[in-house]
């Protein structure tokens, strides 16, 4: 029996049960997104921006909102990954805090700034010292489940801000692109996930091309970025293994160049990310790309995004490098869980 399709495998090699959790993001997805709904909003339909703090798998959703509303929204979403918050930020901008343990010093400090110059708030949290500062000031918060490692919870952090953003009327209408990204996201798990044979199953088959290589996933245009930024956290996280990522077209302006250097280059993964239909300027750059610059690379995959809406697409690309990711790691005979050198900076920090 191939190793990703016997139940022994994941017992031995994932006791904290990572694959049943990116099994479990169409669940999860959809208990939050009902949530949400209930979710009382503060007023904010005079905003000129939307700002979303938090750090590492707690920073992903915002990348995700930025990827999702980017291209249409009518006020700019700005993603802050540090203590500090942008000088713009003040009562008209609408601030989400994420942090799932809730006491992640960079998202804290940089919550009690955006307080302090008068944004309205919604903190998205499992507790911790924010979901109580959240408290005191009046915010409401969307609970998360607590032990849960972040990166696991994308569909907790990220889909509340979808939801509360599609209830300011004037920003947007988003109800029936979740409709059709269930679909797609569970039609996924029954395609990808660890009963679908490796045989038949592209998540796996791509998950042994990987193995012993360095992956290098490049997004076909700037609106898949946030897609390939995770897959590389995805790899780092969970396979224990260093990751390149960029995006099409700025990597054909500089780092196509550093694929002159053959014996690196022969090391190389290169996971492709597009959309289903691209405009022909884009496959003709890809295509051209191919040809330059991965002549020598140890190999070269393209996943496509699922799905009609912008949604569906960034959900869809998301799960799939989940699945990956995870399969990477049990063919490298590591456990996906844990994420000891963040543990141990955070604790010598909190030392000092
Ligand atoms: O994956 C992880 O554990 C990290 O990237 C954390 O998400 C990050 O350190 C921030 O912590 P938290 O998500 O609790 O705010």
């Known amino acids: 029996m191939h190793p990703l399709d016997d139940?022994?495998?994941?017992?031995i090699l994932d006791p904290g049960?990572?694959?049943?959790?990116?099994?479990?993001?169409?669940?999860?997805a959809e208990e939050i997104w009902?949530?949400?709904m209930r979710l009382r909003l503060p007023p904010a339909?005079?905003?000129?921006a939307i700002v979303v703090l938090g750090m590492g798998g707690s920073g992903v959703g915002g990348d995700l909102l930025q990827a999702l509303l980017g291209p249409t929204f009518p006020v700019p979403v700005?993603?802050?990954?540090?203590?500090?918050?942008p000088a713009f930020v003040g009562p008209q901008t609408l601030l989400f805090a994420c942090s799932h343990s809730g006491d992640t010093e960079e998202t804290l400090e940089a919550y009690a700034a955006a307080k302090e110059a008068g944004a309205p708030a919604v903190v998205i949290t499992?507790?911790?010292?924010?979901?109580?500062?959240?408290?005191?000031?009046?915010d409401p918060v969307v609970h998360l489940p607590a032990g849960l490692p972040p990166r696991a919870a994308v569909p907790y952090l990220f889909l509340p801000m979808v939801s509360a953003l599609r209830r300011l009327t004037h920003m947007g209408e988003l109800s029936g692109e979740w409709a059709e990204a269930r679909g797609v996201l569970r039609g996924l798990v029954d395609e990808l996930g660890p009963t679908?044979?490796?045989e038949g199953n592209p998540a796996k088959r791509l998950a042994a091309r990987l193995v012993g290589h360095l992956p290098a996933i490049y997004a076909s245009s700037p609106g898949l970025a946030a897609v390939a930024y995770r897959w590389k956290c995805q790899f780092n996280e969970n396979s224990k293994t260093l990751a390149l990522w960029n995006t099409f077209p700025e990597l054909n302006h500089n780092e196509t160049v550093g694929w002159e250097d053959q014996a690196v280059a022969r090391q190389i993964a290169v996971v492709l990310l597009r959309e289903p239909e691209e405009d022909p300027a884009v496959a003709r750059r890809v295509m051209a790309t191919r040809d330059v610059a991965f002549a020598a690379a140890a190999s070269v995959d393209e996943v496509r995004a699922r799905g009609a809406s912008r949604l569906a697409r960034l959900l869809s690309l998301v799960l799939f490098g989940d699945f990956v990711s995870v399969y990477l790691a049990l063919f490298r005979g590591v456990d996906p869980t844990p994420v000891a050198p963040i543990d141990e900076i955070k604790r010598r920090l909190a030392a000092s």
């Open 7 to 11: 139940p022994e495998t994941y017992r």
């Open 17 to 28: 049960g990572m694959a049943q959790l990116v099994v479990r993001f169409p669940e999860m």
């Open 34 to 36: 009902q949530t949400a």
């Open 45 to 48: 339909d005079d905003a000129t």
């Open 78 to 85: 700005v993603v802050v990954k540090d203590r500090r918050i």
């Open 126 to 138: 499992s507790g911790g010292a924010l979901a109580a500062l959240a408290g005191q000031r009046g």
């Open 196 to 198: 679908a044979r490796a």
